[in-house]
């Protein structure tokens, strides 16, 4: 007996809006065939939910009651001041540009001179050119549904090489702007390829102009291939973007004696995912992933990421720190696996989180899946709050209990912060600590 599914009001929404606008999206015959591949893999998948053991404390048929018109081709105005007051402090990190605005690129906000050594292209470009099938299939089949609707909707994004052999002394900064009084869903892809020996600094910043739309939902996916030899430093920032749905998904692929370092800085959003998926593709790799956020109110952020040890001679370090307040709630589920050929593996996992109020939580799995013997892995979680006999200490020296309150966050979030290397973003991002210590960009 066959027992058919029951659809969701918004996964039906969805499907409907992708036929709506299907025939808009950027693409030639052949990608927008993959496209209804695409969002008919959606429709097998559905939206997930806590049943599904990934998506246990993060249930997105619980989150996503109604659905947002997609964003396709969007000209909303924005000057070049009004993108330097989205950007805040992260403005004055000292970087070439790449800009998009509701998904849509936009190259009169790029500055991209002098960037030798660095091919900036967009999605939406590759997209409109191709003649093959695989011009969409730029991180893999689509996995799960999110990436399906994000490969379904995808408008546009960054698409990066990075010469053989090249070291960037900028930063490549990639802005993503939500603008404008109407509340949309946006969904851009990413591709970034740093070739054999090369050497970079990319980050990517989600920000909103003040006075857009409080509501919003993104569906954001990266892929980063690291060659041989390569070093790549990559951080993605996502602040003050309100009520919004972020959901973000980022593959990884290491290749031989390659390193990966990355950090993902979050605050003062709806409902947020950060998932991190990274694969060895060739002996001696190294990553150090980390990551730090801020949250307060009825503020969900979870991050969840995959470490699979493919080769032998591998190592992995993975520090995330958290602070809840309200009744905020963190989610951190991080697995590594070692597969039965990676000997000599060596990784190392750790979450923190500090809460600040008995109705805020924090959801932590850690997860080891070891297959070789010869191997030093372990793993970490903590969950504590503000201990009172360093409190008592700071106000014992005449500190005000606020202060010292602010003093001792900001030292527990400063172990994470201090993983920042570029001096200009780790002040931009102990700024935006700062900020939200004060209470300055409660919702």
Same mark, same amino acid.
């Given at each position: 007996?066959?027992?058919?599914?029951?659809?969701?009001?918004?996964?039906? *929404?969805?499907?409907?809006?992708?036929?709506?606008?299907?025939?808009?999206?950027?693409?030639?015959?052949?990608?927008?065939?993959?496209?209804?591949?695409?969002?008919?893999?959606?429709?097998?998948?559905?939206?997930?939910?806590?049943?599904?053991?990934?998506?246990?404390?993060?249930?997105?048929?619980?989150?996503?009651?109604?659905?947002?018109?997609?964003?396709?081709?969007?000209?909303?105005?924005?000057?070049?001041?009004?993108?330097?007051?989205?950007?805040?402090?992260?403005?004055?990190?000292?970087?070439?540009?790449?800009? /998009?605005?509701?998904?849509?690129?936009?190259?009169?906000?790029?500055?991209?001179?002098?960037?030798?050594?660095?091919?900036?292209?967009?999605?939406?470009?590759?997209?409109?050119?191709?003649?093959?099938?695989?011009?969409?299939?730029?991180?893999?089949?689509?996995?799960? *549904?999110?990436?399906?609707?994000?490969?379904?909707?995808?408008?546009?994004?960054?698409?990066?090489?990075? *010469?053989?052999?090249?070291?960037?002394?900028?930063?490549?900064?990639?802005? /993503?702007?939500?603008?404008?009084?109407?509340?949309?869903?946006?969904?851009?892809?990413?591709?970034?390829?740093?070739?054999?020996?090369?050497?970079?600094?990319?980050?990517?910043?989600?920000?909103?102009?003040?006075?857009?739309?409080?509501?919003?939902?993104?569906?954001?996916?990266?892929?980063?291939?690291?060659?041989?030899?390569?070093?790549?430093?990559?951080?993605?920032?996502?602040?003050?973007?309100?009520?919004?749905?972020?959901?973000?998904?980022?593959?990884?692929?290491?290749?031989?004696?390659?390193?990966?370092?990355?950090?993902?800085?979050?605050?003062?959003?709806?409902?947020?995912?950060?998932?991190?998926?990274?694969?060895?593709?060739?002996?001696?790799?190294?990553?150090?992933?980390?990551?730090?956020?801020?949250?307060?109110?009825?503020?969900?952020?979870?991050?969840?990421?995959?470490?699979?040890?493919?080769?032998?001679?591998?190592?992995?370090?993975?520090?995330?720190?958290?602070?809840?307040?309200?009744?905020?709630?963190?989610?951190?589920?991080?697995?590594?696996?070692?597969?039965?050929?990676?000997?000599?593996?060596?990784?190392?996992?750790?979450?923190?989180?500090?809460?600040?109020?008995?109705?805020?939580?924090?959801?932590?799995?850690?997860?080891?899946?070891?297959?070789?013997?010869?191997?030093?892995?372990?793993?970490?979680?903590?969950?504590?709050?503000?201990?009172?006999?360093?409190?008592?200490?700071?106000?014992?020296?005449?500190?005000?209990?606020?202060?010292?309150?602010?003093?001792?966050?900001?030292?527990?979030?400063?172990?994470?912060?201090?993983?920042?290397?570029?001096?200009?973003?780790?002040? *931009?991002?102990?700024?935006?600590?700062?900020?939200?210590?004060?209470?300055?960009?409660?919702?």
């Amino acid at each position: 007996m066959n027992v058919a599914v029951m659809k969701t009001k918004a996964e039906q *929404a969805l499907t409907e809006a992708f036929e709506a606008v299907a025939d808009r999206l950027p693409g030639s015959a052949a990608v927008k065939t993959q496209r209804k591949e695409a969002i008919g893999r959606f429709g097998a998948f559905g939206l997930p939910h806590r049943r599904i053991e990934e998506w246990k404390y993060t249930d997105l048929r619980a989150h996503i009651k109604d659905v947002l018109p997609p964003s396709i081709g969007d000209q909303t105005p924005l000057t070049i001041g009004e993108l330097i007051v989205a950007l805040g402090p992260l403005a004055h990190v000292d970087a070439h540009r790449v800009v /998009f605005v509701n998904g849509q690129h936009r190259a009169d906000l790029d500055d991209l001179q002098d960037a030798n050594g660095v091919t900036v292209t967009t999605l939406g470009a590759a997209l409109s050119n191709a003649t093959e099938p695989s011009a969409l299939d730029l991180v893999g089949q689509s996995r799960d *549904a999110i990436t399906a609707l994000n490969a379904a909707f995808a408008t546009d994004g960054a698409m990066v090489e990075i *010469a053989a052999g090249s070291n960037i002394s900028k930063p490549l900064l990639a802005v /993503f702007v939500r603008a404008g009084s109407e509340a949309r869903s946006v969904s851009v892809r990413n591709v970034i390829k740093a070739g054999d020996g090369a050497t970079a600094t990319i980050v990517e910043a989600h920000v909103v102009l003040p006075g857009a739309a409080r509501e919003g939902q993104s569906n954001g996916a990266s892929s980063v291939t690291v060659g041989t030899g390569a070093d790549i430093y990559h951080a993605k920032v996502a602040v003050d973007l309100g009520k919004c749905l972020h959901l973000s998904n980022l593959m990884v692929t290491l290749g031989e004696d390659a390193t990966y370092r990355g950090f993902q800085f979050s605050t003062g959003l709806g409902v947020a995912r950060n998932e991190i998926n990274v694969i060895y593709a060739g002996e001696g790799g190294k990553l150090d992933l980390s990551g730090a956020y801020l949250a307060r109110g009825h503020e969900h952020i979870d991050t969840t990421l995959i470490v699979d040890h493919a080769v032998p001679n591998c190592m992995s370090r993975e520090l995330f720190k958290g602070v809840l307040d309200d009744q905020a709630r963190g989610v951190f589920q991080g697995k590594i696996i070692v597969q039965p050929d990676a000997q000599k593996t060596d990784g190392k996992q750790m979450s923190q989180a500090l809460m600040l109020s008995p109705d805020a939580e924090f959801d932590s799995k850690p997860e080891l899946e070891i297959f070789a013997d010869d191997v030093v892995c372990g793993h970490g979680t903590t969950t504590a709050q503000l201990d009172e006999d360093l409190l008592f200490y700071c106000r014992s020296r005449g500190i005000p209990e606020a202060e010292s309150r602010a003093l001792l966050i900001d030292s527990f979030i400063g172990e994470a912060l201090d993983k920042v290397e570029n001096e200009e973003l780790r002040s *931009a991002l102990v700024g935006y600590a700062a900020d939200w210590l004060k209470g300055a960009n409660r919702g």
